[in-house]
T-cell receptor, first 115, second 113 residues
C-alpha cells in the first residue's frame, strides 16, 4: 500500500490567481495521477504525472491551465492556473505502487474554492 | 470514448439486507476492475478488485465479473449503516501496469436501521 499526503487540504482563492498542490507518497510508486472531483460528481482524470518528463493530459485538460511536475518517484505537484469559480473542486492525487496490483491509492484531496 | 456506467441511485436498503450495485463498461479490452467506497468528504478507498470472470468474495462483499456482458457488480450482504457511502466502479483499460482508471458516476447507498 501507499500513504499519500496532499497539501493544502483546502484553500479559498481569488479569481485569476494560481495555486500549487503538493503530493508526497511514502514509498516509490510507478505511476502518479491527478483527478478532479467536482461537487456531487465522480472522478475525472486530469493527467498522468510522468517522472522527469511532461505529463500526459486527458482530453479537455491542457498544460497551460494545469501544469504538473514530477521530479522524482515520490513527489508531484499540480498547479491550477488563472483560476475561475468553475475550478472550484476537489483535486486528488493518486498513485499505483511497485507491486503493480493495478489499484490506485488516493490522497485525502485538496478542496479548492474560487471566489 | 471509454465509458463506465453505474446503476442510478440513490439506493436505499434496510439494515441486514443485501445491497446490489451494478456497473457496465464500454471497452471490451478492459482487464481489471475495482470497487471503491467514498464517504462524504473523504477520498475513495479500495474495497474490492477483480480480474477474472466469476465471483470474488471478501467478507460481506462479493464482486462479480462477466467480461462477455461487460458487466461487473458488487453485492454487500448483511448491510450495515456504516456501509452508507458512495460506491464507485473503476475500470483499468490496459492491465495493471500502465492503464489508467476510468470511474463511473457512483451510486449513493443508504442503509437505514
Amino acid at each position: 500500500s501507499a500513504v499519500i499526503s496532499q497539501k493544502p487540504s483546502r484553500d479559498i482563492c481569488q479569481r485569476g490567481t494560481s495555486l500549487t498542490i503538493q503530493c508526497q507518497v511514502d514509498s516509490q510508486v510507478t505511476m502518479m495521477f491527478w483527478y478532479r472531483q467536482q461537487p456531487g460528481q465522480s472522478l475525472t482524470l486530469i493527467a498522468t504525472a510522468n517522472q522527469g518528463s511532461e505529463a500526459t493530459y486527458e482530453s479537455g485538460f491542457v498544460i497551460d491551465k494545469f501544469p504538473i511536475s514530477r521530479p522524482n518517484l515520490t513527489f508531484s505537484t499540480l498547479t491550477v492556473s488563472n483560476m475561475s469559480p468553475e475550478d472550484s473542486s476537489i483535486y486528488l492525487c493518486s498513485a499505483k505502487t511497485l507491486e503493480n496490483t493495478g489499484e490506485l491509492f488516493f490522497g485525502e484531496g485538496s478542496r479548492l474554492t474560487v471566489l | 470514448q471509454k465509458e463506465v456506467e453505474q446503476n442510478s441511485g440513490p439506493l436505499s436498503v434496510p439494515e441486514g439486507a443485501i445491497a446490489s450495485l451494478n456497473c457496465t463498461y464500454s471497452d471490451r479490452g478492459s482487464q481489471s476492475f475495482f470497487w471503491y467506497r467514498q464517504y462524504s468528504g473523504k477520498s475513495p478507498e479500495l474495497i474490492m478488485s477483480i480480474y477474472s470472470n466469476g465471483d470474488k468474495e471478501d467478507g460481506r462483499f462479493t464482486a462479480q465479473l462477466n467480461k462477455a456482458s461487460q458487466y461487473v457488480s458488487l453485492l454487500i450482504r448483511d448491510s450495515q449503516p456504516s456501509d452508507s457511502a458512495t460506491y464507485l466502479c473503476a475500470v483499468n483499460d490496459r492491465g495493471t501496469s500502465y492503464g489508467k482508471l476510468t470511474f463511473g458516476q457512483g451510486t449513493i447507498l443508504t442503509v437505514h436501521p
